[in-house]
C-alpha cells in the first residue's frame, strides 16, 4: 500500500491534512452558525451556504490558471497566507447586524480565494510526482492514499468543534441544546407560539447556572445566542492553528517535492520539456473527454455536500439526541482513532512479505482493538451527543475503508478487470443514489420540516440511519474523487494542468451551488421528497456516464 510510493507525496499529504482539519472544522458549525447568530431560515442560510461553497470550488480555476504561468508552488504558499487571514476575521465576534454580515461575507471570499490558489495545485504537484516513469503505476494508489490523509484531519474536525463550543458555553453557564437558537429567535421576534415558548422556559431551565435560569426568558434568549454564536467562533479559530501547522510541513519538506513544483512553462525554460506534445485534436479530444466526466460529478457532489446542510438538519431534528448500544463507539474521538489506525496494521500482517514484520502488525492490531474495547466499557449506557459530530462518519469510513478499496483494485488489476476511472465515477454515482435511499426509509412517516414550526413533533430516528448513510456516501466517494483527481493529472494537456484541475474543482463549484435546492425544498415539500430527488439526479447521472464510456476511454488512451 505505502511501498514504493515517493517521499513527496507523504509531505504534500501531510500539509493538505492540517489545512483539511481546519475548514472541516470550520464547515461543522457553519451552518448551525449562521441560524444561531443571525435566525435565518432554512432556505436564506441554504442559499449563503450553497454560494461559499461554490466559490470554494470555483476558485481553483483561476488559482490553476494563475499557476500555470508562475508556477505552483507560489500559488500554495498565497494560499495558505490568504486562508488564515479570512479564518482570523472569522474568530472575531460581531454584531448580528449588516457589518456583521458583510464582515464575515469578506472572510468567506478571502477562504475561497485562498483555497483557489492552495488546493487544486498542491494537488497537481502531487500529479507531476507521477509523471516520472518510475512512478507512473502508482498514480491511482497515490491519490487514494492522499485522499485518505486529508480525511484524517476532516475526521477529527466535528470532535474539535463541538469540544471547542461545549467549553465556551460552560463558562458562560450554559449547555447546547438544538432546539433553542430558533426558539429564542421566534420569540425575540414576536413570532413565537405560546406551546414553543413554554418549551423554550423547559430548556432554559435545563442550564446549569441558577442565574442564567433566572434570567426572564426575552433576556436568555439574547444571552444564549449570543454566547452560542461566539463559541462558534473560537471553533473557527481551529483553523487559523492548522494552518500554520501545514506550513511547516510544507517547509520543513520541501526538498522532497521541489522537482515537482514545475509548471509546462518552467520545465521548458529549463531543458525539460515533456518528450510527448500532443496534436490539437488530441488536445482537443481530452478536454472533451475530461468536460464529459465533470458534468457528471456536478450531481455526486450536489448529493454529497448535503452533509453540512440538510443531512445535518436532519440529526438536529430528525434523530435522537442520545445513543446507546454499539453506536456509542461511533461518538468517541479515541475509538474512532484507533480503530483507524488498527486498519492500516491488519492490512500490514495480511501484506508483509516478511514474518517478523507479519508478528509485529498483528500484535499492534490486537493491542489496538484492545484500548477500544477498554475504553468502550469505560463509556456511559447513554451519551449525549450533537448533530455536528454525524460529519465525522464520511471523513472516519475514507480512512477506514481506502484500504479495502486500494486492495480491491489492486487484485484487479493483477487480473486485467480493474474498471477505467470514468467507470468508478459512474458506478460511484449509483451507490450515491443508493445512500439517499436509505434516507427515505428513515424519513416515511415523519413530519414535514415545515410541520415542525407548528405544535407537531418528530418520532427521533435511532443514528444508525445517519451513519449507515454517511457509509454508502463514503463507498461513492472513493470510486469518484481520488479516481477523478488521478485521471485529470493523467489525462489534462501539459500546459493546461492547472487549468483542467481548477475545472474540476469548477465542477464541484456547481455542484455544491446546487446544494441549495433541499434547502429551498426543504419547507415545501415532504421530508422524504427531498432524499428521493437526490436518489434520482444521482442514478441518471450514473447511467449517463455508462453511455459516454466508450467515446471518454477512446479520447484517453
Known amino acids: 500500500m505505502f511501498k514504493g510510493q515517493p517521499k513527496g507525496l507523504y509531505a504534500l499529504a501531510l500539509a493538505n491534512t492540517g489545512e483539511r482539519f481546519g475548514y472541516y472544522t470550520m464547515l461543522a458549525i457553519f451552518m448551525l452558525f449562521l441560524q444561531a447568530k443571525f435566525g435565518w431560515e432554512h432556505a436564506t442560510a441554504s442559499h449563503l451556504y450553497a454560494i461559499f461553497m461554490a466559490v470554494v ?62 488546493k487544486g495545485n498542491l494537488q497537481v504537484m502531487i500529479g507531476n510526482l507521477y509523471d516520472d516513469p518510475k512512478y507512473a503505476d502508482k498514480r491511482d494508489s497515490a491519490f487514494s492514499l492522499f485522499y485518505m490523509a486529508i480525511n484524517v484531519g476532516a475526521m477529527f474536525a466535528p470532535f474539535a468543534a463541538t469540544a471547542i463550543t461545549n467549553k465556551f458555553l460552560a463558562k458562560a453557564g450554559l449547555v447546547y441544546k438544538a432546539d433553542i437558537p430558533a426558539l429564542a429567535h421566534h420569540l425575540l421576534d414576536g413570532a413565537i407560539t405560546p406551546g414553543n415558548a413554554s418549551r423554550l422556559a423547559e430548556l432554559q431551565a435545563q442550564m446549569p447556572d441558577a442565574s442564567v435560569t433566572a434570567l426572564p426568558l426575552p433576556e436568555f434568549s439574547n444571552y444564549y445566542i449570543e454566547h452560542l454564536s461566539s463559541s462558534y467562533n473560537m471553533g473557527f479559530a481551529v483553523a487559523c492553528v492548522s494552518l500554520i501547522v501545514s506550513m511547516g510541513i510544507y517547509f520543513a519538506c520541501r526538498s522532497w517535492f521541489k522537482h515537482a513544483d514545475v509548471n509546462a512553462k518552467q520545465a521548458a525554460a529549463a531543458g525539460n520539456a515533456p518528450v510527448v506534445e500532443l496534436t490539437p485534436r488530441q488536445t482537443r479530444e481530452r478536454i472533451a473527454a475530461l468536460c464529459m466526466v465533470f458534468a457528471v460529478v456536478i450531481f455526486f457532489w450536489m448529493a454529497f455536500q448535503q452533509n453540512g446542510q440538510s443531512l445535518t438538519w436532519f440529526a438536529r431534528d430528525y434523530t435522537q439526541s442520545t445513543v446507546t448500544g454499539w453506536a456509542r463507539a461511533g461518538f468517541n474521538m479515541w475509538i474512532l482513532g484507533l480503530l483507524a489506525v488498527s486498519m492500516y496494521t491488519l492490512f500490514g500482517a495480511i501484506q508483509a512479505e516478511k514474518k517478523q514484520n507479519k508478528v509485529v502488525c ?120 481520488p479516481m477523478g483527481i488521478s485521471f485529470v493529472t493523467r489525462v489534462a494537456p501539459p500546459k493546461m494542468k492547472g487549468l483542467m484541475m481548477g475545472l474540476w474543482f469548477a465542477a464541484s463549484a456547481i455542484g455544491n451551488y446546487l446544494t441549495m435546492v433541499p434547502g429551498l425544498l426543504w419547507m415545501r415539500v415532504p421530508l422524504w421528497a427531498n432524499w428521493a430527488i437526490l436518489a434520482s439526479l444521482c442514478a441518471l447521472a450514473g447511467l449517463i456516464m455508462f453511455t459516454m464510456l466508450k467515446r471518454i476511454n477512446a479520447a484517453t488512451q
Open 362 to 481: 498483528w500484535a499492534a492490531t490486537l493491542v489496538l482493538w484492545s484500548f477500544v474495547g477498554i475504553i468502550y466499557s469505560y463509556m456511559p449506557d447513554t451519551l449525549d451527543i450533537q448533530p455536528q459530530l454525524f460529519q465525522q462518519f464520511n471523513p472516519f469510513f475514507v480512512v477506514m475503508l481506502t484500504p479495502v478499496i486500494m486492495a480491491l483494485f489492486d487484485a484487479l488489476a493483477k487480473r486485467k478487470h480493474e474498471p477505467s476511472a470514468p467507470m468508478k465515477i459512474g458506478i460511484g454515482m449509483l451507490v450515491a443514489a443508493l445512500g439517499y435511499v436509505v434516507m427515505i426509509f428513515a424519513s416515511v412517516g415523519q413530519p414535514s420540516p415545515a410541520a415542525l414550526l407548528g405544535t407537531v413533533s418528530p418520532d427521533p430516528v435511532v443514528p444508525t440511519y445517519l451513519m449507515g448513510t454517511y457509509l454508502v456516501l463514503t463507498f461513492a466517494e472513493l470510486l469518484l474523487s
Open 57 to 118: 470550488y470555483f476558485m481553483p480555476v483561476i488559482g490553476g490558471w494563475v499557476a500555470d504561468r508562475v508556477g505552483y508552488g507560489k500559488c500554495v504558499v498565497a494560499g495558505i497566507c490568504v486562508m488564515f487571514l479570512g479564518y482570523l476575521m472569522l474568530t472575531v465576534p460581531t454584531p448580528a447586524n449588516l457589518l456583521g454580515m458583510t464582515l464575515m461575507i469578506g472572510a468567506l471570499l478571502l477562504i475561497a480565494a485562498g483555497t483557489g490558489l492552495f
